[in-house]
């Protein structure tokens, strides 16, 4: 008795089931009104969004009055309850000379953010300004022969970021252009192959630091004479160096795993060997060519932080260094700003080039 | 003189302790103009035979020979149709045949490698279809692709290895027919090489059957005088057709026996009883 029982459970189970995979198939087919999509799409992100920013709020507030009791305690402890009492009304006040230094809260951060565009828009009317002024001295000088004067000012937040991206472009470029040659060089040969496996392994670990070291001591010698820009070219080339090994492995990879029923079709139609190699097996692998250099950009966007950092080349990591060597009451929020930018960025580079791997892979199923 | 002919071949994969015989001396010979099928179980290294006479590889020891000049290399002479098609999946149908023709035809103009594609694209009947990649096409178009891109370089010789192994019956039909239509109109010499004992009969002037591997070698031929063309429906009834064909099964299930017979290996079950739930 009991057993006929749970089975007609469990089929009236299956038919409330099938009657609610039915109503859901029916809401599929009118999608744009959907509110179920909707709220997955839109709403879902837009909360954890709120939710971040409220707990981030929630932390930096805490941080704050932990910073500001001790700020407090620490003027009675060494001048007396006055100055502890003055020190109290004026983080009240939120008088700038007395401000808790910690992480600041989201407003703060967006408040600098509007600080910084301003800024740029300063600067770059200064410079239209600048080149106005200057622009039929210029002309006289370049008619003359002489260097044309140029705008020697600050860089605003925002040529910081161009100057970033160029410096990242130039890396990218050279890792490309070292890594892709060498690494079809090495997966078409296996003598090759494992002679220079060791080299690979060995450099491929190696911090980014280190390279920017060896780099700054080959290219400091280098250009003594000459007046380039050996800052740019240090980190540059450092960021190139770093970034181009998941491209060689890649490459290699792509180029001596390629199918066995393809070279097969290549001898059948007896290519030549140049042949071979251009049109079945760089084909074959230009998708794992473009994994590769998918993550060589990222590690290339992620490395070239730590190294303008150090090699005081202009950028986004010289502004972030600056800015915490500069301690000034909005130094944090500014390098926050800076950190959601370089995030930002990082995301687009990688959307990019995620979209170029999906227009030249064949099979169509490269994902995030 | 033979037009191919395999003298005493060997072929064995791995050295030493690892050996592995596939073929063990394999005899062949082959007249221009003649259709040759060559049956066989899976696995009992049919694929290993046909890559040795369209020369991806050397055999161990014998002779492989092609109008009496010995197989070195491949050679456009040599058309192959694969098993897995092996179309190049980042070119359309069409640049899959073009790359073929201008490989089999170097000193042409760009002018004469469209018309052929076009062509043999169109003799498959695939020409809605020669800009789409092999990805977009089912099993039965892709092979059709594989079968113009062999016939395009105009071969004196079409091996095919196990060519429609993977098509659905209506569309293998088809393309046998269509496969008959392209070796007689030109006489060219065929290999065929199969699982399918009817498909042999259909389309054969002889039938080996390839005793299954290790050590595999061909077995006694059946030849099949049947007049061409054949019919698919009249076949059925043919007296020959019958004869030939129950010769042929006997044979196969001969080895089949055979090979039961050799594995002596007695496999004890655990003993095992089903979980009992009610209890």
Redesign the interface.
């Known amino acids: 008795m009991k057993q006929s029982v749970t089975v007609n459970k469990t089929q009236d189970l299956k038919l409330a089931n099938a009657a609610k995979a039915g109503l859901s198939k029916l809401k599929i087919k009118t999608p744009k009104f959907d509110l179920k999509t909707l709220a997955k799409k839109f709403a879902v992100p837009f909360i954890s969004i709120l939710l971040f920013i409220g707990l981030w709020h929630m932390g930096a507030r805490a941080l704050y009055n932990v910073e500001a009791d001790y700020k407090i305690q620490k003027a009675l402890a060494d001048q007396g309850q006055v100055a502890a009492d003055a020190m109290a009304a004026c983080i009240a006040s939120g008088d700038i000379s007395c401000q808790p230094n910690t992480l600041p809260s989201p407003v703060q951060v967006w408040e600098s953010f509007n600080t910084l565009i301003a800024d740029h828009k300063v600067i770059s009317a200064d410079k239209l300004a600048f080149k106005e002024k200057t622009a039929a001295l210029n002309e006289k000088r370049v008619a003359e022969g002489k260097a044309p004067i140029t705008y020697t000012g600050r860089p605003s937040f925002v040529d910081q970021i161009f100057t970033s991206l160029k410096t990242v472009f130039a890396g990218f470029v050279l890792a490309f252009l070292i890594a892709v040659p060498i690494g079809i060089l090495i997966g078409l040969s296996e003598t090759l192959r494992n002679s220079f496996n060791w080299l690979i392994q060995i450099f491929k670990p190696v911090s980014p630091v280190v390279w920017l070291l060896l780099v700054f001591m080959i290219v400091k010698t280098m250009t003594k004479d000459s007046n380039s820009d050996s800052a740019f070219i240090i980190s540059f080339i450092s960021v190139g160096l770093c970034a181009m090994w998941a491209t060689l492995v890649n490459t290699a990879m792509g180029v001596s795993s390629v199918d066995k029923?393809?070279i097969?079709?290549a001898?059948?139609?007896?290519?030549g060997p140049l042949q071979k190699v251009f049109?079945?097996i760089l084909?074959?692998s230009?998708p794992l060519i473009f994994t590769g250099l998918r993550i060589t950009l990222s590690v290339a966007w992620m490395v070239l932080i730590a190294i303008e950092l150090l090699a005081q080349s202009p950028g986004l990591g010289s502004f972030v260094w600056e800015e915490f060597q500069n301690g000034a009451n909005d130094s944090n929020s500014k390098i926050i700003v800076a950190m959601f930018i370089i995030g930002i960025i990082g995301f687009l580079l990688d959307r990019i080039m995620l979209t170029i791997q999906n227009m030249v892979s064949?099979?169509k199923n490269a994902t995030t | 003189m033979a037009y191919l002919e395999l003298k005493n071949v060997n072929k064995t994969y791995g050295e030493g302790k690892n050996a592995t015989e596939v073929l063990t001396d394999i005899n062949l010979t082959m007249k221009e103009g003649e259709f040759v099928a060559i049956v066989g179980f899976t696995g009992s290294g049919k694929t290993t035979l046909v890559n040795l006479i369209n020369g991806l590889l050397k055999p161990t020891s014998g002779e492989v020979l092609f109008k009496g000049e010995p197989v070195v290399d491949t050679s456009h002479e040599r058309g192959v149709i694969f098993q897995n098609y092996s179309l190049l999946p980042w070119l359309s149908v069409g640049q899959n045949v073009a790359m073929a023709v201008k490989e089999a035809f170097p000193n042409e103009k760009r002018k004469f490698v469209k018309e052929r594609v076009e062509q043999y694209v169109e003799m498959v009947n695939l020409s809605p279809a020669i800009s789409k990649r092999p990805k977009e096409l089912s099993g039965g178009m892709r092979q059709r692709v594989a079968v113009a891109r062999a016939l395009a370089m105009n071969p004196e010789m079409i091996i095919m290895d196990e060519p429609l192994g993977a098509l659905d019956a209506l569309t293998r039909g088809n393309l046998q027919d269509e496969i008959l239509k392209i070796w007689s109109k030109d006489k060219r010499t065929a290999l065929l090489i199969t699982n399918d004992v009817d498909e042999g009969l259909y389309m054969a002037d002889r039938i080996i059957p390839l005793r299954p591997g290790p050590k595999a070698t061909l077995g006694p031929e059946f030849k099949i005088d049947i007049e061409r063309p054949r019919d698919k429906t009249e076949l059925n009834d043919n007296l020959v057709y019958k004869r030939t064909r129950n010769a042929i099964i006997e044979y196969l299930m001969g080895i089949g026996e055979e090979r039961k017979a050799t594995s002596k290996e007695v496999y004890e079950l655990p003993e095992l009883a089903p979980k009992s739930f009610v209890a």
């Open positions: 029923d393809y097969n079709v001898k059948v139609l007896k290519l049109k079945v084909p074959s230009l064949f099979n």
